[in-house]
């Protein structure tokens, strides 16, 4: 099965830009009128998000996010074939402070959100980074696909790390000098697991290992975000938090992430992956040693 998937997208990967987005179009309205996928976990999403605005409004950007969900996909197919003279013509990013650091010997964190296109995102700071890129990612249910995914990714020498077993698969690691990526806005496993904190004035768990992580290493932390200059064309930027994590107080760091992630997702709204049900934990008075906002 998996050859024939491959096979299969990689013939895709050959077609050109303008006729893939010609397929987008089609298949958005498949998804999002006839199949209404996740509709209404995107709906209910964004009413949560932004509830001053209008439910025009929100269809709009609900509308503008199954058109970017579907660019995500067949833009990260094209990277099976694409040129790096092509590739870099589309994409942009300044990683001159982040070498700078890296020559000092010292390792690096970084975390980053749901933002498109998060597999350019891999590709060009795998590739523009002086050190090996780690990336923690969760395995995609199909195995064909999880498969092809992961030769996508490791094609420019990132190192991949399982989620699912993140301690055992990172002793390694850490032996030698890297950047770890980190993308922080998974939901938790449940609410005990997570600090919990406002997100979009919602009380709403972050994972803590990211913030945990960072202050046991003593690392310098930076916060990247993935910004569509217009269609197929994106600037990843990356905005350092501090050079020692083991010098910020409890909550701090997963505090500045979240006005952080809230400011990238109210600049460009449409260019975040609302299918996933970011707000499906209540909170609860027993989570109160767990509050920091």
Not at 17 to 38: E, H, K, M, N, Q
Not at 51 to 57: S, V, W
Not at 200 to 208: A, D, E, G, I, N
Request: charged fraction near 25%; charge should be positive.
């Amino acid at each position: 099965m998996y050859y024939l998937v491959y096979g299969i997208l990689w013939l895709i990967s050959l077609l050109p830009f303008s006729v893939l987005y010609f397929i987008s179009d089609a298949f958005y309205g498949l998804l999002y009128y006839v199949i209404g996928y996740r509709r209404k976990v995107v709906m209910n999403n964004l009413l949560i998000a932004f509830p001053g605005k209008t439910e025009k409004e929100r269809i709009q950007i609900a509308k503008k996010f199954y058109h970017n969900l579907v660019d995500y996909f067949l833009e990260s197919i094209k990277l099976i074939t694409i040129s790096d003279k092509e590739f870099y013509k589309r994409c942009s990013g300044d990683f001159d402070e982040l070498n700078r650091l890296a020559a000092t010997g010292t390792n690096i964190q970084l975390h980053s959100g749901h933002q498109f296109n998060w597999e350019l995102a891999n590709r060009i700071y795998s590739q523009k980074l002086t050190i090996p890129f780690v990336l923690v990612y969760m395995p995609i249910s199909n195995k064909a696909i999880d498969k092809i995914f992961k030769k996508i990714r490791l094609r420019h020498g990132t190192v991949l790390i399982d989620a699912t077993n993140y301690r055992k698969n990172m002793l390694g690691i850490y032996k030698k000098q890297h950047a770890l990526a980190l993308v922080a806005d998974q939901s938790p496993a449940n609410g005990p697991s997570a600090f919990w904190l406002n997100f979009f004035s919602r009380p709403t768990p972050f994972l803590y290992t990211p913030e945990k992580s960072a202050q046991r290493s003593k690392v310098p932390v930076g916060f990247a975000s993935f910004k569509k200059i217009k269609r197929g064309y994106y600037k990843f930027e990356t905005t350092m938090i501090t050079l020692n994590a083991a010098d910020t107080e409890k909550g701090e760091l997963t505090r500045k992430y979240r006005d952080f992630l809230q400011q990238q997702i109210s600049e460009q709204p449409d260019n975040y992956l609302w299918s996933h049900r970011r707000w499906k934990f209540e909170y609860k008075e027993e989570y109160e040693k767990l509050w920091i906002d």
